[in-house]
C-alpha cells in the first residue's frame, strides 16, 4: 500500500538557518503531495502541496519540488524563525481520491 | 470564518469504559473525517462522510468503534469499550466538496487527546 517516509527528528536550527525536512513516498499512478504544519495545541494545517511531476509548491518561504524519479518531496526554507517551530507532516493522496495517508511528522526546534 | 471545533478537548478514561467525541464542521462542509493519531505517528483516516453517507470506514475498528454524522453537519465518534491502545489524539477534519482530489482542501480541528489508563 502507499506509504510516506520522513527523516526522524526532533530538528534543531539557530534562527535563520537553512531547513531541509527528507521526506519519500511510496505509491502506484502519480500521487498528490502534501506538507501540512501543526503549531502546538492547534490543528493540522496546509502548508502547500504539488499535484504532478515537477511542481514547486511553496508557502511562507517554504518550498517542496515533486520529484517523481526519486519519489521525494523534501521540504526547504532558505532562513528558519522562532515561530517556525512545529511539527511537519509529509503526506499522499492517490490520484483522484481524498484519502490521506501521512508520514510520522518531524519535530522542528528553531532557537534565536 | 470559524474553523472545525471539536470538544472535549481532552478525555481520561479507565479502560472498558466508553467515551464519544463530537465534532462541528466548517459550515457548508459536505465531507467529514476522523483521524487517529498516536504519539510519534501521523494520523490515519478512520473514517469519511460525505454529508451523512458514509464514503470510507475500512480502518475502523467496528467492534468497538462507531461514527454517525446527522443531518450531514455534526458528527460523534464513540469508542465502548475503550482499550489502552486507544489513547491517541482523535482529530476532525472537514473539506467543501466531496474530497475527490487534491485541490479540495482538508481543514483539520484542534483534535481531542484521549487518555486510556
Known amino acids: 500500500g502507499d506509504s510516506v517516509t520522513q527523516m526522524e527528528g526532533p530538528v534543531t536550527l539557530s534562527e535563520e538557518a537553512f531547513l531541509t525536512i527528507n521526506c519519500t513516498y511510496t505509491a502506484t499512478g502519480y500521487p498528490s503531495l502534501f506538507w501540512y504544519v501543526q503549531y502546538p495545541g492547534e490543528g493540522l494545517q496546509l502548508l502547500l502541496k504539488a499535484t504532478k511531476a515537477d511542481d514547486k509548491g511553496s508557502n511562507k518561504g517554504f518550498e517542496a519540488t515533486y520529484r517523481k524519479e526519486t519519489t521525494s518531496f523534501h521540504l526547504e526554507k532558505g532562513s528558519v524563525q522562532v515561530s517556525d517551530s512545529a511539527v511537519y507532516f509529509c503526506?499522499?493522496?492517490?490520484?483522484?481520491?481524498?484519502?490521506?495517508?501521512f508520514g510520522k511528522g518531524t519535530m522542528l526546534l528553531v532557537s534565536p | 470564518e470559524a474553523g472545525v471545533a471539536q470538544s472535549p478537548r481532552y478525555k481520561i478514561i479507565e479502560k472498558r469504559q466508553s467515551v464519544a467525541f463530537w465534532c462541528n464542521p466548517i459550515s457548508g462542509h459536505a465531507t467529514l473525517y476522523w483521524y487517529q493519531q498516536i504519539l510519534g505517528q501521523g494520523p490515519k483516516l478512520l473514517i469519511q462522510?460525505?454529508?451523512?453517507?458514509?464514503?470510507?470506514d475500512s480502518q475502523l475498528p467496528k467492534d468497538r468503534f462507531s461514527a454517525e454524522r446527522l443531518k450531514g453537519v455534526d458528527s460523534t465518534l464513540k469508542i465502548q469499550p475503550a482499550k489502552l491502545e486507544d489513547s491517541a489524539v482523535y482529530l476532525c477534519?472537514?473539506?467543501?466538496?466531496?474530497?475527490?482530489?487534491?485541490?479540495?482542501?482538508?481543514?483539520f480541528g484542534p483534535g481531542t487527546r484521549l487518555t486510556v489508563t
Open positions: 477534519a472537514s473539506s467543501l466538496g466531496s474530497g475527490a482530489g487534491p485541490h479540495d482542501e482538508q481543514y
Open positions: 462522510f460525505q454529508n451523512n453517507g458514509v464514503v470510507d
Open positions: 503526506a499522499l493522496s492517490p490520484s483522484g481520491y481524498s484519502t490521506l495517508t
